[in-house]
Structures are given as structure tokens and as C-alpha cells.
């Protein structure tokens, strides 16, 4: 009796091979805590004179372009966010803007990220930004999505790492990718405050 090992044989013990050799690293890789790549291994990244700032009008975004990544487990969104920023202090403020992602439908919070900001004492501020938002994919919106953006003042908790300063060494790819993505475009157009006199924003 013979056997007959053709190109099928050999396929098929590709995909036995990379099955059994990814699904375990994957396995091993989630118990190894690393440090988190966003924060440095900190745990915190702060801010200063932030509580001067709000966001002034409306926040206007466009995806840029999707990708699957981490064996198809997260869709990354590259989104262009335009925003509105108004410091009515009179320092200098830089720190940190959280966005959250909400799926319209269900009004749950898919994802949110972390952007740069800087805003001259007495200044308003419009900035856009790109960043990558990491959607779960068994969470991915059929439908329409809303961004909110929070000021955030003083240290906050790493977003990342929730304050740990750790993560799993098999997200830190993810996060480096996220965080390099998230990268500013320095789009900046600075407008001087008027002292005792209102400010009109164009919706």
C-alpha cells in the first residue's frame, strides 16, 4: 500500500503548524505583564493648568481609514478629530483631552483615547488630531458613532494600563501601534481672547 503526499499534505501541516505554534504564544503571552508602552510603566500621565480649558463648539471627526489588527481581534478606526479648545486662565495650559467612542444605537462605549493639547493663557484653540481608536471587533458598529471629548485635569490614570503601569506582553504591540498612530498633525489656529467681552462661536 502506498500513500501519496502532494501540495495538499503540505498545506494542510502549514496551517496545523501556524494554528498550534500563534494560539499558545497568544495563550503564554496574556499572563506576561510588560510595561505599558503609553505611560512609560507609570501608571499616570498629567497635566497642568487644564482646568481653565473647555471645549468650545462642536467636535467634528472623519474616519480616515480601517484595518484589522491582533489576529483580526480589534478593528483600528484612524480618524481625523477636529475640536475647539478655549482658555479662559491666564497660564499657559497643556495636558490631556480623553475621547470616548460611543456606538449611536446602543449608546455603548466602544473605545476612547487620549490626545495632546496646548492652549495659551487667553486663547482659543482649533486643533486636529489623528487618532486610532481599538474596537473590539465582536463590538463593531453597524451603525453610526459619536465621539465626546472630556478635559481632563491634574494626573489621570493611564487609559491604557487603567493606572497599573502594566499590561500584557501580547497587547504591547497594540499599544505601541496605537500610540504612534495617535500622532499630532499641528494644525493649529490661534485666535487671542477678548477680556470682559463674549466670544462668538460659529457653530
Same mark, same amino acid.
Given at each position: 500500500?502506498? *500513500?501519496? *503526499?502532494?501540495?495538499?499534505?503540505?498545506?494542510?501541516?502549514?496551517?496545523?503548524?501556524? *494554528?498550534?505554534?500563534? @494560539?499558545?504564544?497568544?495563550?503564554?503571552?496574556? *499572563?506576561?505583564? /510588560?510595561?505599558?508602552?503609553?505611560?512609560?510603566?507609570?501608571?499616570?500621565?498629567?497635566?497642568?493648568?487644564?482646568?481653565?480649558?473647555? @471645549? /468650545?463648539?462642536?467636535?467634528?471627526?472623519?474616519?480616515?481609514?480601517?484595518?484589522?489588527?491582533?489576529?483580526?481581534?480589534?478593528? &483600528?478606526?484612524?480618524?481625523?478629530?477636529?475640536?475647539?479648545?478655549?482658555?479662559?486662565?491666564?497660564?499657559?495650559?497643556?495636558?490631556?483631552?480623553?475621547?470616548?467612542?460611543?456606538?449611536? /444605537?446602543?449608546?455603548?462605549?466602544?473605545?476612547?483615547?487620549?490626545?495632546?493639547?496646548? @492652549?495659551? !493663557?487667553?486663547?482659543? &484653540?482649533?486643533?486636529?488630531?489623528?487618532? !486610532?481608536?481599538? @474596537?473590539?471587533? /465582536?463590538?463593531?458598529?453597524?451603525? !453610526? &458613532?459619536?465621539?465626546?471629548?472630556?478635559?481632563?485635569?491634574?494626573?489621570?490614570?493611564?487609559?491604557?494600563?487603567?493606572?497599573?503601569?502594566r499590561i500584557p506582553l501580547n497587547a504591547v504591540m497594540l499599544s505601541r501601534a496605537i500610540k504612534l498612530d495617535s500622532e499630532q498633525l499641528g494644525m493649529y489656529q490661534e485666535i487671542p481672547l477678548l477680556p470682559l467681552l463674549p466670544v462668538e462661536i460659529e457653530q
Amino acid at each position: 500500500m502506498t *500513500f501519496k *503526499f502532494g501540495k495538499s499534505m503540505f498545506n494542510l501541516q502549514k496551517k496545523y503548524l501556524a *494554528f498550534f505554534g500563534i @494560539v499558545p504564544l497568544l495563550l503564554v503571552t496574556a *499572563f506576561i505583564q /510588560a510595561p505599558c508602552p503609553s505611560c512609560s510603566g507609570t501608571g499616570k500621565v498629567s497635566s497642568t493648568n487644564m482646568d481653565t480649558v473647555t @471645549v /468650545a463648539g462642536e467636535l467634528h471627526f472623519q474616519v480616515e481609514s480601517t484595518f484589522m489588527h491582533s489576529c483580526n481581534m480589534y478593528r &483600528v478606526y484612524r480618524t481625523n478629530v477636529t475640536l475647539e479648545l478655549e482658555n479662559e486662565g491666564e497660564n499657559d495650559a497643556n495636558g490631556f483631552i480623553v475621547l470616548f467612542l460611543y456606538d449611536v /444605537a446602543t449608546g455603548k462605549e466602544l473605545s476612547s483615547q487620549k490626545i495632546v493639547a496646548y @492652549v495659551g !493663557a487667553n486663547m482659543k &484653540v482649533t486643533q486636529t488630531t489623528l487618532v !486610532a481608536f481599538s @474596537v473590539i471587533a /465582536a463590538d463593531d458598529p453597524e451603525q !453610526a &458613532v459619536q465621539i465626546v471629548p472630556i478635559v481632563r485635569d491634574g494626573a489621570i490614570n493611564c487609559l491604557d494600563c487603567n493606572g497599573t503601569g502594566r499590561i500584557p506582553l501580547n497587547a504591547v504591540m497594540l499599544s505601541r501601534a496605537i500610540k504612534l498612530d495617535s500622532e499630532q498633525l499641528g494644525m493649529y489656529q490661534e485666535i487671542p481672547l477678548l477680556p470682559l467681552l463674549p466670544v462668538e462661536i460659529e457653530q
